[in-house]
């Protein structure tokens, strides 16, 4: 499915059923500046994690990464993005944050955060390479995002306590294969992975979530305050502030009026860190 538009009734009811939705090519007209912004970020952070260069052997992240290029920044304005993330977590929406990576072989079944969120979340994924169902497409359970229900329930017991007693690959999902251009949106409850993938599989992802109450801050604060083992000390970039204007600042604001902590934890966690995360 392809939109310009803020999505139809019939996307939305997909989305809330099955928990995500695929745009193939979608971005297919400027994926080629995307690529070349997705590398100028690379090569200006040293290849590879922490300024090292790639090995081949450890996924190797950024955070945050969009908000690094001014470009990259820019597609929160486009309506493409925009107007999806608007359909689904309202007008005012937050964009919470941005990553990069380059991702080594399987990624195991898991949840962004299976239920640990007060108000709905996604991701989108930016997919950079081609995928297929073996070579490292996302895998999602369909319905595996809805908390709180007996099948969504089960599959997060038993895949936190080891899975079914059958290789991984084998659990029965979608798999969503791409070529570059593609984008992917999920919520970050539904359960995803990936088999087969190569030494450096290139993705990015824009994160978003509908704004959160007043009496429901604190919980905002305790998840950026999450994102300190990246090592950051806000969690948007400079660029992406830089060219932000008003109507990409609603999206913005509560943000950053909630992330001003994160320099002091980020100081704490370097005292028994090696490196930043890597996911």
């Known amino acids: 499915m392809k939109t ?43 290849g590879g994690h922490h300024g090292h260069e790639h090995d081949g052997k450890a996924r190797s992240a950024i955070v945050p990464f969009p908000d690094r290029s001014e470009y990259l920044s820019s597609l929160l304005d486009d309506p493409r993005i925009h107007d999806v993330a608007s359909s689904i977590c309202g007008e005012d929406f ?32 930016f997919y950079l390479d081609p995928t297929t169902r073996n070579t490292g ?11 709180g229900e007996p099948f969504a329930d089960a599959l997060e017991r038993h895949l936190r306590n080891g899975g079914f007693g059958i290789d991984p690959s084998l659990v029965p999902a979608v798999a969503l294969e791409t070529t570059p ?14 088999f087969g993938g190569s030494g450096r599989r290139r993705m990015y992802t ?47 604001q509560q943000i950053r009026e909630n992330d001003t902590h994160l320099g002091e934890l980020t100081r704490e966690l370097k005292k028994t860190m090696k490196e930043p995360s890597r996911g």
């Open 4 to 46: 310009e538009q803020p999505l139809s009734s019939d996307q939305m009811e997909q989305f809330r059923t099955f928990g995500f939705l695929a745009f193939p090519g979608l971005l297919a007209d400027c994926v080629d500046r995307i690529i070349e912004e997705f590398e100028a970020i690379w090569t200006a952070h040293g």
């Open 137 to 147: 497409a996302l895998r999602v359970i369909p319905g595996s995002h809805r908390v």
């Open 94 to 125: 937050n964009y919470t944050s941005g990553d990069g990576n380059l991702y080594v072989g399987d990624t195991r079944w898991h949840s962004d955060g299976y239920g640990t969120r007060p108000v709905l979340s996604i991701k989108m994924a």
């Open 181 to 194: 251009g593609d984008l992917v949106v999920f919520d970050h409850s539904i359960k995803h992975s990936s």
């Open 206 to 252: 824009m994160n978003f979530s509908e704004r959160y109450p007043d009496d429901k801050l604190p919980e905002l604060r305790e998840a950026l305050g999450k994102e300190a083992r990246f090592w950051i000390d806000r969690i948007h970039g400079e660029a992406m502030i830089r060219t932000a204007g008003p109507e990409r600042m609603i999206h913005l």
